[in-house]
């Protein structure tokens, strides 16, 4: 009786914590799904070739990713994603020179939103070949 007693209250306590019982983990398995869904939506630069796919998600953050190999200059990627996520509906809310480790290497992002939902498009600069991508596109939510 009092094993089970003990037993039925670390459960409980357990329980209290959400992510424990998976409250905090179904809210990110149900933005994954959402984000996966508006995946669907994003145009993609022509010409870009995919190289790779990933997505995941946590408690506080979901996120669908992909990685592309493209010719095509920053400029032009830039351009075109201005043109075609903020006629959609999509703000603009950042566009800068990314830093690796303190160094200038022509990388850049762009990153967009549209209420709890981020798109960000990164060019590797001269990076390229290390990380075998030219432009990485996420689709995230993260509170």
Known sequence: ?????????????????????GGNR????????????????????????????????????????????????????RNYYVAQLVGHGWQLVDDREVKDRGRIRGERQIEFRQGEFYIDVRYAGARQAELGWSYAIDVEWYE
């Open 1 to 21: 009786m009092a094993s089970s007693l003990i037993r039925l209250v670390v459960v409980a306590l357990i329980c209290a914590v959400p992510a424990a019982c």
């Open 26 to 77: 179904s809210t990110a398995n149900s933005k994954l799904r959402e984000i996966e869904q508006l995946w669907q939506t994003v145009p993609i630069y022509p010409g870009m070739v995919e190289v790779d796919r990933s997505s995941s998600s946590s408690s506080s953050e979901a996120i669908v990713n992909r990685k592309y190999q493209s010719d095509a200059s920053f400029n032009e990627v």
